[in-house]
C-alpha cells in the first residue's frame, strides 16, 4: 500500500524551544522522501509527528485523505523502523516480523507464512529461527525493515536506520533499501545528516535547518540549483563569492564580485528575482571551476590564482587557490586528475555562467 | 620472594578461614544429620540415614514442608506481580512525586520483620480474620515485595522504551505490549526477584510465627521440635532446608545469569 502524506503549517515547541516552525511538506505516494539536516534541525521530531509519537503544537498532517494529526501511532497507516532497531529481543525473527500482524488477528500459519516472504525479501528467510542478538548489524537492521513491511503501511518512516553501520555496509544497505522501496511501492520518509546517503536513496530531498525547511527537490536540485546557503552549504563543498547586483532586468543581471563581473541569466538567481542594489553571495562547486580550456558553453573568466596548496584526492586533485586580484579568501577548487599541479603555480581561472548560483547574502536573509 | 610466598600463603589461610567461618556450622548440621546415635554433639558415632528416614515418615514436618512451599511460591508470585506493575508504571509514565513513591515502596526493607509481624498482627486483629496460612503469606508479601520491585525496577532501561514503541505502532494495546513485550523482556530479573523473594520466605521464621496458628511453615515447625531438645532429626531437616535453598541459588545461577550473560 502507498499513500500522499501533506504536512500543513506544523509546529512543535518544547517549553521555549522552538523543534519545527510552520513546516509545510507535500509527498506524493510512493515517494522516497529524505529529510536532511544537522542533529537538532527538527527532523527526527517531524518524523516523530508523522509516526504519532509526538503531537504537533499547531498544524495538521493528513496521510491519504485521513486527518492523522491526533491519531495513534497504533491506529495510522505508518510504521516505524527506529534507529537502534528496537527488535524483541525474546522473539525469534519469524516472530518479530510477524508481531505487528498478530496484532491484527491472523493466525499463526498464515502470518508465519507471510513473515516468512518478508524475510526472504530481505534476504534472511534461512534464519527465520533465530534471535536478535544471534545477528550482524546489517542483519538486524534488515529484520526491522521486514518487520515494518509486514503490516503493509501506507508510509514507512526510517529513523537514520544506517546510523549504526560501518561506511561500506551502509552504500550496500543504501541501494537495497531503494531497491525494496521501488518493489513494495510503499511512501518512504526517510531521516539522515549524510547527504551522500540522502543523495544516494532519495526521489526528493528536504533540507532541514533549525526547525525550518530550507530546500525541497531532487538531489541534483538541491546540489546544482540550491535555493539557501545552508541548503548549498550542508550538501557538499562550496565556494562563496561575495557580489552585489548593479543591473538587473527581466532576463539576466549585471553582477559585480571581488573576482570580477559576471553576467548571470536571471534563472541562476534560485531565492528571488534581482533587483539592482541586492547583496549577493555567488556559489561556486569546487569541481566547476576550469582552467583555461576552451568550451562551447560561454565561461567568465575569474582572473588568475596562485596554487597554495593541493592534494590528490584520487578522482580530482582538491587545490586551495588565492586569487590574485583581491588578498580575500582563498578558494578551493577540484582540479582534473590529469593536471599537473604545483605549489605557487599561477593558474587562470573560468567557471560557466549556468553553474554559478546567486543567492541572498547572508546578512540579508536574517 | 620468600616474602611473597609469605604473603601468598597468608592471604590463603585468611580465605580459608573466612569460608570456614560461614560453611562449618552447615558442615557441622549436615555431618550430624547422619549421625548413629541420638544425639547430634561429638563424637560421630557412624553413618546412619535413620533420621531422614524418620524425617519423611513425620507427617507434622511433612505437612509444614508442604505449607512452606505452598507460601513461599504464591507470596512470591504476587510480590512479582505487584512489584514488575509498580516498577512498570514508575519507570515508563511521569507520576506526581515519583521519588517519594519509589521512596515508600522500598521503606518496608527497613524495617524489622518483628515490628511488620507486630504490626500485621495488630491490624488482623482488628479487621477480625483468623490466623492463617493466609496471613502469613500477606506477610511475606511485605517483606518481598520492596525486593522485587527493586530488582526489576533497575532493570528497566530506556533502551526498553523504543522497543515497547516499536510494539504499540504495529498495533498492540497497552496491556499487550506490557504482557507479550516488556514482560517477557525483563524475564531474567523477574525470575530472579522471584527465585530470591521464594528462598527469603522458605526462611522466615519470626512473621511465619507470629500470623500462623494450626497450619504452620517448616521454620515454626523446626522451631517447636527444637524446643523437645537436640535431636539429630532437626539436622536432617536443616540439612533438607539448606538443601533446598542451595538448589535454587544453583537454579538462578546457572538458568538467568548464565542467559544474561550470553545475551
Known sequence: MTAPVSIENVSKTFGHFTALDKVSLDIRAGEFIVLLGPSGCGKTTLLSILGGFLSPSSGRVVIGDRDMTFVTPAKRPTTTMFQDYALFPHMRLVDNVGFGLRMRGLGKAERDEKALGFLDLVGLKASAGKRPHELSGGQRQRVALARALAVDPEVLLLDEPLGALDLKLRRQMQDELKAIQKRVGTTFVHVTHDQEEAMAIADRIVVMNQGRIEDFGPPSQIYMRPRSLFSAGFMGEVNFVPGRVRAADASSAEVETTLGSLALPAANFTAKAPKAGDAITLTIRPEHFRGAEKSDDPMFALGDARVAGSAFFGTHYRCHLQPCATDGDALVAHLPQSSDVRDGEIVPLAVRAADVVALPAASATL | ?263
Open chain 2, 1 to 263: 620472594m620468600l616474602r611473597r610466598v609469605f604473603i601468598g600463603s597468608v592471604s590463603w589461610a585468611y580465605l580459608a578461614l573466612v569460608y570456614a567461618f560461614i560453611f562449618l556450622p552447615v558442615a557441622v548440621l549436615v555431618l550430624f544429620s547422619f549421625q548413629d546415635g541420638r544425639l547430634p554433639v561429638p563424637p560421630f558415632n557412624g553413618f546412619s540415614t535413620q533420621w531422614y528416614e524418620a524425617v519423611f515418615a513425620d507427617r507434622k514436618l511433612m505437612a509444614a514442608l508442604g505449607n512452606s512451599m505452598l507460601v513461599a511460591i504464591s507470596s512470591s508470585m504476587v510480590s512479582c506481580v505487584l512489584g514488575f506493575l509498580a516498577a512498570y508504571s514508575l519507570a515508563r509514565y511521569k507520576l506526581p512525586g515519583s521519588a517519594l513513591q519509589r521512596g515508600l515502596l522500598i521503606a518496608p526493607m527497613t524495617v524489622s520483620y518483628l515490628i511488620i509481624a507486630l504490626g500485621l498482627l495488630a491490624l488482623l486483629n482488628a479487621l477480625h480474620m483468623p490466623l492463617s496460612l493466609l496471613t502469613v503469606g500477606i506477610g511475606h508479601v511485605v517483606i518481598n515485595l520492596p525486593l522485587c520491585f527493586a530488582i526489576i525496577y533497575a532493570s528497566m532501561g530506556d533502551h526498553q522504551i523504543n522497543i515497547e514503541r516499536a510494539a504499540r505502532d504495529l498495533g498492540a494495546s497497552d496491556f499487550k505490549v506490557m504482557a507479550l513485550v516488556t514482560a517477557p523482556m525483563l524475564m531474567p530479573s523477574i525470575l530472579a526477584a522471584f527465585f530470591l523473594s521464594v528462598t527469603f520466605s522458605w526462611d522466615e521464621f519470626i512473621i511465619a510465627f507470629l500470623l500462623s496458628r494450626f497450619d504452620v511453615t517448616l521454620p515454626v515447625e523446626i522451631w517447636s521440635m527444637l524446643r523437645s531438645g537436640l535431636n539429630p532429626k532437626t539436622n536432617a531437616i536443616g540439612s533438607l532446608v539448606f538443601l533446598a535453598s542451595v538448589a535454587l541459588l544453583l537454579i538462578l545461577e546457572f538458568s538467568l545469569f548464565g542467559r544474561t550473560k550470553k545475551q
